[in-house]
């Protein structure tokens, strides 16, 4: 794959510092404070394979990470498909999108506080072409019993059982990091398995944009998910 520049965002009100699992990867700022945008700077890939690349964004709540994968000269380019019919077995990899927004957000993996932020996607035909930056959004959703778990970047996505709000765990150790997901009439439906009541859906008019677990009767925008083209 060809050089180039990808973004993510730090949404923060303390300062950071942010580390690279490689060095090549430039970074436009490694310490601030509050939010920013970072850009990375990253040579042509020449190897067969792809290579990813782990940033850890350091502060006094935590840390945070984002994962950057560059595809292989040798790869073809990648592309995710929105998915429109109930497929038997939802497992795969997938980008978590509210296409219904003025301009269409994806759901990044990086959290801020309670809730994950979003950036802008470009989707074409209900396509949205892969590159190092939509890569690192990625989510894998596996079957889990009779339900299915949502993994990111950060962990195992869920709820932590009270209030508006998104969690990340390293396992799927409750209910609350269960998952039901449907296509009724059109509309995805991504349903906690703990409190049937919360679906992730995506609030356009908070600052900033964001996904987490919201109540149906609190009105936000469906999500829909677009599958990894094999």
Not at 33 to 46: D, K, Q, R, S
């Amino acid at each position: 794959a060809e050089a180039g520049t990808a973004t993510f965002n730090i949404s923060s009100n303390e300062s950071w510092t942010i580390s690279t699992s490689n060095e090549n990867y430039k970074l436009s700022e490694t310490s601030g404070e509050g939010n920013a945008e970072i850009t990375v700077t990253y040579p042509a890939n020449e190897t067969d394979e792809a290579i990813t690349v782990t940033f850890t964004v350091k502060s006094e709540s935590g840390n945070d990470t984002v994962i950057l994968t560059q595809r292989g000269a040798g790869e073809a380019e990648k592309y995710y498909v929105k998915v429109t019919s109930e497929p038997a077995d939802w497992s795969g990899r997938y980008l978590i999108v509210c296409d219904d927004a003025s301009k269409p957000q994806v759901f990044t993996g990086t959290f801020s506080g309670s809730y994950v932020l979003a950036a802008e996607v470009t989707i074409d035909n209900n396509n949205i072409t892969s590159d190092p930056t939509i890569a690192g959004y990625e989510v894998t959703i596996a079957k889990d019993g009779d339900h299915y778990s949502i993994s990111c970047s950060a962990g195992y996505i869920g709820w932590t059982g009270s209030g508006n709000n998104i969690a990340s765990s390293s396992s799927v150790n409750s209910d609350n990091y269960r998952w039901d997901i449907s296509v009724e009439s059109g509309i995805m439906n991504v349903q906690l398995d703990g409190d049937a009541i919360r679906y992730l859906h995506f609030n356009n008019s908070a600052n900033p944009k964001r996904f987490t677990c919201y109540k149906a009767s609190s009105r936000q925008m469906e999500v829909s998910l677009y599958k990894l083209a094999e």
